[in-house]
């Protein structure tokens, strides 16, 4: 059970005091010194909570930072683009191309749509060398920008997945970086989103809905305020609460996949993205660290799965209309983790999509097939 969380803090917004949670921050240069009280720190911060602060000012850790701060300026450059230029290949997989605004469902629930336009980038496709992304990137020169944004959130994650085997006593094989090796197909992203300032979207285009994210590790990057979490157990948080941006750290958090692999001893966030300041862009970078695609794992339903089998799931229950996720169990979208408390009252107040029911609507996970 996950300890009381205090909240230090409070931030005004929507007209209300919205709790700040405070969290670990972990040491990178320790972490790669495989320091033994920051493996402790880091491994407590997963079994107990779920994320973490991860501090990059350090040698070690600069090189990340400034690849983001590129990669930012990359991010510019392709969002203000014209959008047929950005959509030239559309969504190539779930995993690799651009998905526009309004793909998926909003932070608010029912009736909302996203907010933010995002471009993927698979690890697989630049490590093969010809990665299919669209022209005001490849015409611009800055593959070489994503490729060393890449390696380096690779190397981070990696670090940080070797420090939780060593935590965990696993040896040999059974360690967990032993199921994502590089030359392994995986379903591994980088991920640029651009949420727009509400005077574009709309007000039922916004933000993005409360999850849990596929990942084993999600390595994320934003300056600027927005993300909330829900701490785990019955820590006493009644309602989702604000990250707040940290100079020089990135946010990590365990997703599914991880807490797959730790036989549910570790905890994967809940969270989710609002419009904090709706007339600014917002801009963050996700680094998605996923498993190979054939490691094998038992979910929250007990079924066993691949990793990924888990991938497509989940990402097809992201992008099904608000009911039919009302009607597919919390394990799909929250990774079997529960809540204690509830959403803001705004969610309640916006209208239910007029949708119809499906015919045969699917009212519990489809069965899978696993071969030996």
């Not at 490590?127 to 005001?136: C, E, F």
């Not at 990590?252 to 807490?259: E, N």
């Not at 079997?336 to 009212?363: C, F, N, R």
């Amino acid at each position: 059970m996950a300890p009381q969380v205090d909240a230090p803090k409070t931030v005004e917004w929507q007209g209300k005091r919205v709790p700040v949670w405070s969290m670990r921050t972990v040491d990178y240069g320790l972490l790669l010194s495989q320091d033994p009280a920051e493996v402790d720190n880091v491994l407590k911060a997963c079994l107990e909570d779920g994320y973490f602060y991860l501090n990059l000012n350090n040698i070690d850790g600069r090189r990340m930072l400034g690849d983001q701060q590129e990669t930012l300026k990359l991010m510019h450059r392709f969002f203000e683009s014209p959008i047929e230029q950005k959509n030239e290949f559309g969504l190539i997989s779930s995993h690799l191309g651009y998905e526009p605004q309004g793909s998926r469902t909003g932070a608010f629930g029912a009736g909302t749509k996203d907010g933010y336009e995002m471009l993927k980038v698979s690890r697989d496709e630049i490590q093969r060398g010809s990665p299919k992304v669209p022209s005001p990137i490849k015409n611009n020169g800055d593959l070489g920008i994503l490729e060393n944004s890449i390696g380096s959130c690779n190397t981070i994650t990696k670090v940080i997945l070797s420090a939780l085997s060593t935590g965990m006593g696993l040896v040999g094989a059974s360690r967990y970086e032993n199921h994502h090796r590089n030359d392994k197909p995986s379903t591994t992203t980088l991920s640029m989103m651009h949420y727009l300032p509400s005077e574009i979207t709309g007000p039922k285009e916004v933000g993005h809905q409360k999850h849990t994210d596929i990942s084993s590790l999600t390595l994320l990057f934003s300056e600027q305020w927005g993300l909330q979490v829900r701490p785990p157990g019955t820590c006493g948080a009644r309602e989702m609460g604000f990250v707040e941006p940290k100079k020089g750290c990135a946010f990590v958090h365990v997703g599914d996949s991880l807490r797959f692999a730790s036989g549910m001893k570790m905890q994967s966030c809940i969270h989710r993205v609002v419009p904090f300041d709706p007339k600014e862009h917002r801009y963050s970078i996700a680094y998605f660290l996923r498993a190979e695609d054939d490691t094998m794992f038992m979910d929250s339903e007990g079924r066993y799965v691949t990793a990924g089998q888990w991938h497509d799931q989940k990402f097809k229950a992201f992008t099904d209309p608000w009911m039919y996720q009302l009607q597919a169990p919390k394990t799909m979208i929250l990774g079997g983790m529960t809540e204690d408390g509830e959403d803001d009252p705004l969610q309640q107040e916006i209208e239910p999509a007029s949708e119809p029911s499906p015919v045969g609507a699917k009212a519990q996970l489809a069965p899978v097939s696993v071969h030996a």
